[in-house]
Each structure stands twice: as structure tokens, then as C-alpha cells.
Nanobody, 124 residues
Framework: QEQLVESGGGLVQAGGSLRLSCTAY????????IGWFRQAPGKGREGGSG????????YYADSVKGRFTISRDNVKNIVYLQMNNLMPADTAVYYC?????????????????WGQGTKVTVSS
């Protein structure tokens, strides 16, 4: 069964760090672009926490640029999101998605695979 599984969320104080993992089972991440989205309480799913294309190029929303880093390990079939200098505004459930090349990586509707999410809470 093809699925994505996120892990690494938790409770951290402002200024702290977390590393999220997105592991693929049943399919290879090699040929997919991977995006991290987040959904804060009462809000819609927001993209741009980190996107890495199949060729390794990356994209970040301004709100996380310089603090978040996305990377992929195709051997382990995992994509990571390193989050540093976390702020209370980063509190959300974080989801990873996989989409085929050529799709609009900024649009959640373009993703074919989703994980169940991992919760990140940043206290002030």
C-alpha cells in the first residue's frame, strides 16, 4: 500500500528546533516533488513550508525562509524538514505530500499522496 508517514512533531519553546520526517512506503520518492504543508487551528492548509522537486531544487514561503530547510534522502526514501528558530506562529499540523513532476507544487490539490500529519506546537 502506498503511503506517506510523517513523524518528528512535538512541543517546543520559541526559538527551538524540530526535524520532521516524511517516509514513503510502497513507492519511491525519487520521481516526485515533495511538499510540506501546514494547517493551523481554524485555518486552511498552507503550502510553502518547504518544497523539493525531483531534481533537488527547493522553494520556501517568505514566512519560513531562512529558518526551515527541506532535504531528501532518496536512498532511505525520506524527506526531512529541519525547522529552526521556531515561533508560536509555526504551530500547526504539518503534512507532507508527493506530486508528480510538472504539477503545480504550490497547490495542495495537485498532490497524489498525503501523510496523516504530525502536530507541532511552539510555546511562547
Amino acid at each position: 500500500q502506498e503511503q506517506l508517514v510523517e513523524s518528528g512533531g512535538g512541543l517546543v519553546q520559541a526559538g527551538g528546533s524540530l526535524r520532521l520526517s516524511c517516509t514513503a512506503y510502497g513507492f519511491s520518492l525519487d520521481d516526485y516533488a515533495i511538499g510540506w504543508f501546514r494547517q493551523a487551528p481554524g485555518k486552511g492548509r498552507e503550502g510553502g513550508s518547504g518544497i523539493v522537486s525531483s531534481d533537488g531544487s527547493t522553494y520556501y514561503a517568505d514566512s519560513v525562509k531562512g529558518r526551515f530547510t527541506i532535504s531528501r534522502d532518496n536512498v532511505k526514501n525520506i524527506v526531512y524538514l529541519q525547522m529552526n528558530n521556531l515561533m508560536p506562529a509555526d504551530t500547526a499540523v504539518y503534512y507532507c505530500g508527493a506530486t508528480e513532476p510538472g504539477r503545480d507544487c504550490s497547490a495542495s490539490l495537485e498532490y497524489q499522496h498525503w501523510g496523516q500529519g504530525t502536530k507541532v506546537t511552539v510555546s511562547s
